[in-house]
């Protein structure tokens, strides 16, 4: 039986898209492009759910629009592609700023000494219902540029780890069965790229994933999307679990 937030979701997938919007998304998508007709009217319809039911809100002195509320909704729904969509359930609001800005951190080191600081960042995913991004950077993303980073992949991949109540770099997954795979495959791919990273050796994935399993796992969703053909070939086993996670085979469309 339908719920009533179902039968909302249901009526707003089917309702036509604006074609303004379309634009948008013809514009500031790269994967759009090649996404074949089924998928690209299903991401459509998921986009409609997902700006009915989410807040964007201006930092920063930033006007929203139309074009910064259609391209990261198109990007976070990306993620949602044939599988059964929650729409980001502890997702309340997007705040977008015009650019890159400073928030404050703190850090505790081994010994226990906690140091305080500010810091640029690009974007951050809040566990209260927030999700933070620059404006600047995710137009650095929707064109299309050569390396794997995609703020919005980033940030909403941190949101589909939260669902499970712990954000640590493994997701809610179909089946028990998977999780013994999960852990060994991500875990030898995360320990190779913190010893990258400890070395000063480049690879096709941001050393900012050595960081933890929670900054791993978006950023090999961020590579997954944008250089699925590159990831595929070198991270095989990695390009594989993220297949089966996103019931997706990006690699396949280029």
Request: aromatic share 12%.
């Amino acid at each position: 039986m339908w719920s009533w937030r179902e039968s909302r979701r249901r009526r707003l997938r089917r309702r036509p898209f604006p074609p303004e919007w379309l634009s948008i998304v013809e514009r500031n998508v790269p994967l759009y492009r090649h996404l074949p007709p089924e998928d690209r009217e299903e991401l459509l319809g998921h986009v409609q759910v997902f700006l009915a039911e989410k807040y964007f809100e201006g930092a920063g002195g930033l006007e929203i629009t139309d074009e910064i509320r259609v391209t990261i909704a198109a990007h976070a729904c990306v993620l949602l592609l044939h599988r059964a969509p929650g729409y980001y359930p502890g997702l309340v609001s997007i705040i977008v700023y015009p650019v890159a800005y400073v928030a404050s951190h703190v850090e505790h080191d081994e010994s226990g000494i906690v140091s305080e600081g500010e810091e640029a960042r690009l974007g951050e995913s809040w566990e209260r219902g927030v999700v933070v991004l620059s404006w600047d950077d995710v137009q650095a993303a929707a064109a299309d540029g050569d390396d794997c980073r995609n703020v919005v992949f980033h940030e909403f991949a941190h949101q589909l780890d939260s669902e499970d109540g712990t954000v640590e770099g493994s997701p809610a997954l179909g089946q028990a069965s998977q999780y013994l795979a999960w852990a060994r495959i991500m875990g030898e791919e995360y320990e190779r790229l913190q010893e990258a990273a400890e070395r000063g050796l480049k690879t096709i994935l941001d050393e900012y994933g050595a960081q933890s399993p929670a900054e791993f796992f978006a950023v090999v969703t961020e590579c997954f999307f944008t250089r699925p053909a590159l990831l595929k070939a070198r991270h095989p086993e990695l390009y594989e679990e993220l297949r089966v996670y996103y019931q997706q085979d990006p690699a396949s469309l280029f």
